[in-house]
């Protein structure tokens, strides 16, 4: 995938199709003698905690903002709960009243933010 001068490109072609594999996964240019740790460390499908199978070069992100079980905080009550289980929780935890200190009446959590607007 460089340029290579015409008076050694017979030599690195010879070199290259001795030594060099391409993935047929990634199509990264990967040393024969490494494309067994490359297949085992890239390309494994492994299972993550929420079941599904993956590669595993792509677990990190996956875990990190696809995984349905990954941890998620209450925007509420700060609780730390799984993603899939988040937006249930947060309806109910939004729902729960505080008494404002302003005009004492009693406020839903998710508008506690807002009612200082409109609070006498």
């Known amino acids: 995938r ?14 290259c199709s001795r030594n ?4 047929r996964y990634c199509s990264e240019s990967i040393p024969k003698s490494e494309m067994k740790n490359h ?9 993550c905690k929420c079941q599904m ?11 990190a903002s696809g995984c349905l079980l990954r ?3 209450c925007q509420y ?13 947060e309806v109910y935890c939004g729902a729960r009243t505080e ?10 959590v998710k508008d506690l933010k807002e009612h200082p607007q409109i609070c006498g």
């Open 77 to 89: 009550c700060d609780i730390q709960l799984t993603f899939n289980k988040l937006q249930d929780h």
């Open 39 to 47: 297949m085992e460390t890239e390309h494994a499908q492994v299972t």
């Open 71 to 73: 941890p998620a905080v």
């Open 20 to 23: 060099i594999e391409v993935c």
């Open 99 to 108: 008494t404002c200190g302003g005009c004492g009446r009693n406020i839903m």
């Open 53 to 63: 199978k993956i590669e595993k070069r792509l677990l990190d992100d996956h875990e």
């Open 2 to 15: 460089k340029d290579i001068p015409l008076a050694n490109f017979i030599v690195h072609e010879i070199h």
